[in-house]
C-alpha cells in the first residue's frame, strides 16, 4: 500500500506510538489523518491534515458515529489499549474484563465498523498494534494483559482470512516495551515510540502481515515452536 495519498485513522492517537503514527503518516504523504481519541482537545496544534474524532472503545455508539464521519478512511491504525495490571489468579474478574473489552471486543468493534469503508474505498490496510506478551506471560503482572492480547492476535489473524478477498492487509505489530506513559517507571529496555510506528509503516508499504519491533519480540516469535522452559525458565526458579 502507497501511504502517500492515503486517508489513515490512528486510535489512540494523542500521545505515545499512536502520536508517532500520526507524525510518520504525515511525513509520508498522508492526505488526511483522523486522530480517534477519547479526548479530541487533547490532540493538541494541528496540522491541517489532522482531524481530531472523538472514539471510545468501551462505547459502540462512539465508534459507530467515527465510522460514519470518516468513510473516507483506507489506513486503519488500531494503537489504543489500556493495561490494568491484573493478576489471573490473585485480582478481580472485573478487571481481567476491562483488559479483554479493551483490547479484544474494543479493537475489533473498530474493525467491524470501518472494514465496509475500507471496501468500499477499494482496499487498504489495518494495523493492529500487539505485544510480545500475546505469546508470553511475564512475572510483573501481565497475565490479564497477556490473556488480552494473545485474544487480540487470534483476533487479527482470524479477521485477516475474512479480508483478504477485500483487498486488505491486516498487519499485527509485535514488541516487547515502548517508552511511553504505560510503560513508566518499569526498568527495562523500551523502543522509541518512532521506531515502532516507522517499522509498522515500513511494513504496510511493503505488505507485510507481521512487523517484529525488537530484539525480544523476534526472540520469543522463534522459540514459540521449541520447549516453552526456553521462555518461562525464570519464572519457575530455574
Known amino acids: ?7 489513515a485513522l490512528v486510535t489512540g492517537a494523542n500521545r ?12 509520508r504523504g498522508a492526505e488526511k489523518v483522523y486522530a480517534a481519541v477519547r479526548r479530541p482537545e487533547s490532540v493538541g496544534d494541528l496540522d491541517p491534515r489532522i482531524t481530531p474524532l472523538y472514539l471510545d472503545l468501551l462505547d459502540e455508539k462512539s465508534i459507530s458515529e467515527a465510522a460514519e464521519a470518516a468513510r473516507d478512511v483506507t489506513l486503519l491504525v488500531n494503537n489504543a489499549g489500556i493495561s490494568t495490571g491484573a493478576r489471573l489468579l490473585g485480582d478481580g474478574l472485573d478487571m481481567v474484563r476491562q483488559d479483554l473489552e479493551t483490547h479484544l471486543f474494543g479493537t475489533l468493534r473498530v474493525i467491524r465498523a470501518f472494514a465496509p469503508a475500507l471496501a468500499a474505498n477499494g482496499g487498504g490496510a489495518i494495523v493492529n498494534v500487539l505485544s510480545v506478551l500475546s505469546w508470553v506471560a511475564t512475572p510483573e503482572g501481565s497475565g490479564s494483559y ?7 492476535w487470534g483476533m487479527t489473524n ?25 510503560m513508566a517507571g518499569r526498568d527495562v529496555p523500551k523502543a522509541d515510540p518512532a521506531d515502532v510506528a516507522r517499522a509498522a509503516l515500513d511494513g504496510v508499504q511493503a505488505g507485510a502481515l507481521e512487523v517484529l519491533v ?22 519457575s526458579g530455574d
Not at 16 to 27: A, C, M
Open 1 to 7: 500500500m502507497d501511504i502517500a495519498g492515503s486517508t
Open 214 to 235: 525488537d530484539d525480544a519480540s523476534r526472540f520469543v516469535k522463534s522459540a514459540l515452536a521449541g520447549d516453552p522452559a526456553r521462555m518461562y525458565s525464570r519464572s
Open 158 to 182: 482470524g479477521v485477516r482470512v475474512e479480508l483478504a478477498g477485500q483487498k486488505i492487509l491486516v498487519q499485527g505489530v509485535h514488541l516487547a516495551a515502548a517508552d511511553t506513559d504505560m
Open 146 to 152: 497477556s490473556v488480552a492480547k494473545a485474544a487480540e
Open 16 to 27: 505515545g506510538i499512536g502520536r508517532r503514527f500520526v507524525e510518520q503518516l504525515l511525513e
